[in-house]
């Protein structure tokens, strides 16, 4: 996890602009550098370092001997970067995992370079021998990435959009902020006096198709064909391998547990796999929530069961209402369910930073997307409905779940690793039939929970415990904290600032209180960058007003919540 920051083609004096740099100093709390490019006196890189791999070398832009004229400037984790460096005999100059992009790059191109990374990035490249500068994202966004440009070739990227918001360039008509497409790549012409053209935008890998980088890594025992015992275990194989992979970090490793069936999956193989790798330290695991809360009870069953060394973090909703506007400072994004998700997961991260010397963050992200987790996937009217839904979510994650996930662990220098992210493990699961993926017999995420029956891995309570949103789980049935939220709010925003909403904005117009007063805390810090998010998240296939949840006619809780 790092931050990075660079402009091409500055109108304004660089010592000026790079203030904006400072603004997401919380992603990397170790090092910060800001380096002008020789002969471009008007573009420049900032860095903002959290130091997992290579403690040493691992300042950037990063450059080495042997490509005087390449520049990189990366947030990420490349997980196959010595599998490659030894494939294709390259040599190595520092012990950096993102140095296998200069490589690959020189050897292949920029589209053969961004297929072949197993991991979780977003780049910034420069080539000042063939005047290029080029764009890329993983395919889920897991790692943020914003772009400006201007109607006359100025470029402006940052991890995050604050970065930009304030820089000053001299054309009169104000530069759009975009996030930067997952899964894309974009290469520009740079021209002598720093600005730059456009040429070419791709996509270089889907969530759907199997990646590039899989043929370099030949896993034992994976079957072929769809009878129910080889998918099964399929499933097992390539799950334990994304976590293993992820347990790259010379930094103290620890798991976000909230007693649900993903984080308990991750937890658990994490704590296994731990052992069998000899880490010098146990397995930290966090959970938070009120004293009655389903989630830190069940948590708690599946910490007791794996042997981590558990940490509870109480909340209360008072705390909770307290860090909403600066958890939406952070997400920049006023999507409801994003916001209150986020809260939760802000301040567990608050506490880890605070009192533990756990960095890197294992989370259950990405399975309800994946394996149909949401209750309303039981409403699909048919298996392809909810198969071409699935790969919607997956699409759509880095505005929503993945962007919540990196930017409340950033906010605190942590980086989060989303092992059901894993690109190999999710093209898998998507590439078996539409009918298997589906729920069965009223049970989401069927398939999953049966590759992992009689492994033991976790109570088998656990392992079929119904879905309950993180936001909601962490306070008990008698009253969610979405319902301690919108009480709060109903003494922020009369009902005649709600009648005009729809004016007031036109765009995604807000529909309840709540929604109001995040919109309206949004555009306080964000003016008119409202389409950074493009519309709400919802529930599909039913009549739904709120996100929760708790809120939807299918909602049963468990017996003993």
Known sequence: MCGIWALFGSDECLAVQCTNAMKIAHRGPDAFRFENVNGFTNCCFGFHRLAIV????????LRVKKFPYLWLCYNGEIYNHIRLRDHFKFDYQTKVDGEILLHLYDRFGIEKMASLLDGVFAFILLDTANRKVFLGRDTYGLRPLFRMLTDDGFLAVCSEAKGLTQITHSMSTPAKI???????????????????????????????????HASYNNLKGLGTGFELETVKSNIRILFENAVKKRLMAHRRIGCLLSGGLDSSLVAATLVKLAKEEQLQYPIQTFSIGTKDSPDVAAARKVAD???????????????????VEEVILHLESYDITTVRASVGMYLISKYIREKTDSVVIFSGEGSDELTQGYLYFHKAPSPKAGADESVRLLKELYLFDVLRADRTTAAHGLELRAPFLDHRFTA?????????????????????????????????EILWRRKEAFSDGMTSMKKSWYISLQEHIESEVNNSQLEKAAKLFPF?????????????????????CYEWIPHYWMPLWIKATDPSARTLSIYKPDKDQ
């Open 178 to 212: 975009t996030p930067f497409l997952p899964g894309h790549f974009e290469v520009f012409d740079l021209k002598l006096n720093g600005k730059v053209e456009s040429v070419q935008m791709d996509r270089f890998h889907c969530c759907t198709d199997e990646p590039k």
């Open 305 to 323: 069961y794996i042997g981590s060394e558990h940490h509870e973090v109480s909340f209360t909703p008072e705390e909770g209402i307290q860090a």
């Open 428 to 460: 898998y699961y998507l590439s078996l039939p539409e009918e298997m993926r589906a729920p069965k017999d009223g049970v989401e995420k069927h398939l999953l929970r049966e590759s992992f029956k009689e492994m033991k891995l976790i109570p088998d």
């Open 54 to 61: 290579d403690q040493l070398y691992g300042m950037q832009p």
């Open 508 to 528: 995604n117009p807000p529909t309840t209180k709540e929604g109001f007063y995040f919109r309206q805390v949004f555009e306080k810090m964000y003016p008119g």
